[in-house]
């Protein structure tokens, strides 16, 4: 059975940079029929996708507009997990995030989705 | 770039049939599939529809999707209402042009 684990610090000061990691059981990061994705939640924003990486011969990955240009998705094959960073953050940025499995075959319906961790940015 | 619309609540009596909706602001709503998620507080969402109409295992048979393309809209069914299905539901659908995804704003189902 699949699991997502999610860990990483709930609260960030401003400008300064978000990690967090989803450590998978019960599959692979590498697995060529599946995509790993990064999604947040807050009142203001309601669901928002972030981003995902998956691999298929090759490690690709894809970011919304909104935070293309100051996120990043890494797997990491040796713990089999992949991270997210996001950099400069704003309070905007408070959310509860969740990372998230889409179904062999699929691209963009999400049937496994972690705990969540609350981040707060605040100084 | 386009949106879903989703009702901000609705509620109806147990054992009866609650329908929400789902309308696309621009482009077909058959264009690309729509899922839907029931949320808990204090959980994450969990999938009841993909692919339009398709339900994971383990979702009863009370919960169904449809699209409607002359409204350009999806909805969610839910027959013979139980206290346990009160919650927060959203759609969601993508573009095909760029992999982006669009979530809608959620309704609050409220059984009573």
């Known amino acids: 059975q699949v699991q997502l684990q999610q860990s990483g610090p709930g609260l960030v000061k401003p400008s300064q940079t978000l990690s967090l990691t989803c450590a998978i059981s019960?599959?692979?990061?590498?697995?060529?029929?599946?995509?790993w994705n990064w999604i947040r939640q807050s009142p203001s924003r309601g669901l928002e996708w972030l981003g995902r990486?998956?691999?298929?011969?090759?490690?690709?990955?894809d970011y919304a507009v909104s935070v293309k240009s100051r996120m990043t998705i890494n797997p990491d094959t040796t713990k089999n997990q992949f991270s997210l960073q996001l950099n400069f953050v704003t309070p905007e940025d408070t959310a509860v995030y969740y990372c998230?499995?889409?179904?062999?075959?699929?691209?963009?319906?999400?049937?496994?989705w972690g705990p969540g961790t609350m981040v707060t940015v605040s100084s | 770039n386009f949106m879903l619309t989703q009702p901000h609540s609705v509620s109806e009596s147990p054992g009866k049939t609650v329908t929400i909706s789902c309308t696309r602001s621009?482009?077909?709503?058959?264009?690309?599939?729509v899922q839907w998620y029931e949320q808990r507080p204090g959980s994450a969402p969990t999938i009841v529809i993909y692919?339009?109409?398709?339900?994971p295992s383990g979702v009863p048979s009370r919960f169904s999707g449809s699209i409607d393309r002359s409204s350009n809209s999806a909805s969610l069914t839910i027959s013979g209402l139980k206290t346990e299905d009160e919650a927060d539901y959203y759609c969601?659908?993508?573009?095909?042009?760029?992999?982006?995804?669009?979530f809608g704003g959620g309704t609050k189902l409220t059984v009573l």
């Open positions: 990486t998956y691999y298929r011969s090759k490690w690709y990955n």
């Open positions: 998230a499995r889409t179904p062999p075959g699929g691209l963009y319906a999400f049937h496994m």
């Open positions: 019960g599959d692979s990061v590498s697995s060529n029929i599946v995509t």
């Open positions: 969601q659908s993508y573009a095909s042009t760029y992999p982006h995804v669009v």
């Open positions: 621009s482009g077909s709503i058959g264009s690309n599939y």
């Open positions: 692919e339009d109409n398709q339900r």
